[in-house]
């Protein structure tokens, strides 16, 4: 709690209100926090067991079976008397091709992003403000609409279910990141670029020595958005990714939970692969978390 | 160079055409993307909207026949009511949730640990939330039938109910959306200085007038645009439909985006699925518009 919180609450720290109001954030705590408790107590439970204790805290029968069985470490014979299905599911392909797309879509949003509102930002030229306005509109196209051509044209060159088809819509621009790099580099000081200029500096050194480095923070914090963006991504990759070498850990999932025979769904493997999928997020997230609590601010309102 | 100041018009022409030539180098990766990725497929959706294709041959042109026979398409017109109501449902409890939110953060305690873990939803994707919840709420042993049962209240067929698929998948984005939305409000609300509230509790005012008379007014530009953002994304809701309800019971849930999918995708029929499209993009730039009239109404009321 910081200085101003507290000279808030001076007056009355213990007034009804306050009282409430704490109930009323901690409540709304809870409800966010607890599904993804929920999520590792099931994945810790044999899927079998879950029905005798549906309402325990702990998980049900302990083991990680559950995990074992989605990387495709445990026998069939073990995984169905966990009540797994026993189908081999290759969690490990999904999540490397996830890696794969996320990277590759953020490694190029980034860099040619940043080019771009190099550009947009520091560079005079003619029709400058009419292409960045037409840049701009784009915002307004629903991605649906566009996915339907892209499909087509993806598909047309060959390129449905390669890794290439999957990435290249989306490897050179989106106006997001455009617009938000723009944001700062218009913010960044003339005076210093024109005197590398003075020094004799092109506009790639320029670029590379002084507006990139100056810049580090915001580029770091849109990276990290490309990537939580892309690997959470769902519709593009169900159309475009079908085969084992490009379905998306997102897709491979939803498939996992219609796979199921009749009966109940392989509850403890489901939830064991949810948090896998959600694991590079998260570690992501507690490596950067100011970084990228800090950039909602920005990243909306201004 | 270093002649630049002495004769201006010479050299920053000089300076000029070595400048666009950069600008070129510099845009020409993202302009490549543009063209190809977002303007020729804008182009290509209205041209195929007019088309009957169904990807084996070429798009046959047929005029505004699509467009004939989506006035009578009993679907759509479903699709539509349903997606409405997702819209107004989600808007609606994720608004009123985040600015609570916002503002008990702004009074109570601006700790970014705290934040960050409202956040946490919105970092997973939205098959993952919707897995959770599919999981919470399943009819036999989720947990939360279960505390309803406990309660000695009748289950609830939380996904899988005609009356309740919309309200529960409007709940998991709401769920998985209302930290951020806050986010964005709290941030709105930092901009406002802490000394106007002081002199209002100085004055006598009470925390519901203060929230009434100051933050309200104040965070009418952020609000808007933050409902802009929120309100043409939920029109878009697709995912948490295709990994729980699949558009079902009878059709409740089947909304506007999911029924595009199902006509361009399972049913092959690109010309009408991109006919459908034109009817989205043309639902969303309204409500644009309406917002931005909206947004500029209360810049003018501002001054």
């Known amino acids: 709690m910081d200085n101003q919180a507290q000279f808030n609450g001076v007056k009355n720290r213990f007034s009804p209100g306050r009282i409430a109001a704490w109930v009323a954030l901690y409540a709304t705590l809870a409800l966010t926090i607890f599904p993804f408790l929920w999520m590792l107590r099931t994945a810790l439970s044999t899927t079998k067991s879950l029905p005798s204790a549906p309402g325990s805290l702990l998980p049900v029968d302990f083991t990680f079976g559950a995990f074992q069985r989605v990387l495709g470490l445990s026998s069939t014979a073990q995984a169905v008397a966990e009540g ?3 189908a081999s599911v290759n969690f490990l392909q999904y999540l490397l091709n996830s890696a794969i797309y996320a990277s590759l879509v953020t490694i190029g949003q980034v860099a040619f992003g940043s080019m771009a509102a190099y550009a947009f930002a520091r560079l ?3 029709g400058r403000d009419m292409v960045f306005g037409v840049f701009l509109a784009a915002l307004l196209v629903p991605p649906i609409f566009t ?9 047309n060159i060959g390129l449905l279910n390669t890794i290439p088809g999957m990435v290249l819509p989306t490897f050179f621009m989106t106006p997001f990141a455009i617009f938000f790099l723009r944001q700062f580099f218009l913010g960044i000081n003339r005076e210093i670029e024109e005197s590398a200029m003075l020094d004799g500096a092109g506009h790639w050194r320029t670029f590379f020595t002084i507006i990139v480095p100056m810049s580090s923070a915001p580029i770091t914090t849109l990276g990290i958005l490309t990537f939580i963006n892309t690997w959470n991504d769902y519709f593009w990759p169900l159309l475009v990714g079908k085969t084992e ?11 996992f939970r219609s796979q199921t025979p009749q009966g109940s769904p392989d ?36 | 160079m270093k002649t630049r100041k002495k004769h201006p018009a010479t050299t920053l022409s000089a300076h000029s055409v070595r400048e666009r030539r950069a600008a070129l180098v510099f845009i020409l990766p993202a302009l490549a993307g543009f063209l190809l990725f977002y303007l020729w497929p804008t182009l290509c959706g209205f041209y195929y909207s007019l088309t009957k294709y169904n990807l084996l041959g070429k798009p046959r042109f047929i005029g505004l026949a699509n467009f004939a026979k989506i006035v009578h398409d009993k679907l759509l017109l479903n699709a539509i009511m349903v997606t409405i109501e997702y819209v107004l449902l989600n808007i609606g409890f994720q608004t009123v949730i985040a600015l609570g939110l916002a503002v008990l953060m702004q009074r109570l305690t601006k700790s970014i640990t705290l934040r960050g873990m409202l956040l ?14 599919f999981w919470l709420f399943d009819y036999q042993i989720g947990f939360v039938n279960i505390v309803i049962d406990a309660l000695n209240i009748p289950k609830i067929p939380f996904f899988g109910g005609e009356f309740w698929a919309i309200p529960t998948i409007a709940f998991v984005n709401v769920w998985r959306h209302m930290g951020y939305t806050a986010l964005l409000v709290f941030a709105g609300l930092q901009t406002v200085p802490n000394y106007v509230y002081e002199a209002a509790s100085i004055d006598g005012a009470s ?11 104040l965070l009418r530009p952020v609000l808007a645009m933050v409902l802009v953002v929120t309100v043409t994304g939920s029109f878009q809701v697709f995912d948490t439909v295709a990994v729980t309800t699949k558009g079902g019971p009878m059709n409740v849930s089947r909304v506007l985006q999911y029924y595009i999918y199902q006509k361009g ?17 043309i639902i969303l730039a309204g409500v644009a518009f309406v917002q931005l009239k909206m947004m500029r109404a209360n810049e003018s009321d501002m001054a």
């Open chain 2, 207 to 217: 925390e519901w007038r203060s929230f009434s008379s100051i933050t309200l007014p």
């Open chain 2, 120 to 133: 946490l939803p919105w970092l997973v994707s939205n098959v993952i939330a919707a897995m959770l919840w």
């Open chain 1, 245 to 255: 070498g490009t379905k998306m850990l997102t897709v491979a999932l939803g498939v």
């Open chain 1, 147 to 155: 996915s339907l051509p892209n499909f087509i044209f993806i598909k």
């Open chain 1, 267 to 302: 509850w403890a493997g489901l939830m064991a692969a949810t948090l896998i999928s959600a694991l590079p997020v998260l570690a992501l997230f507690f490596a950067f978390s100011k970084k990228i609590v800090d950039s909602i601010g920005y990243s909306g309102v201004k």
């Open chain 1, 84 to 86: 797994g299905s026993g």
């Open chain 2, 265 to 281: 995708f399972d049913q092959g029929e690109f010309g009408y699925a991109s006919a459908l499209s034109v009817v989205l993009f």
């Open chain 1, 124 to 126: 005079h030229w003619k």
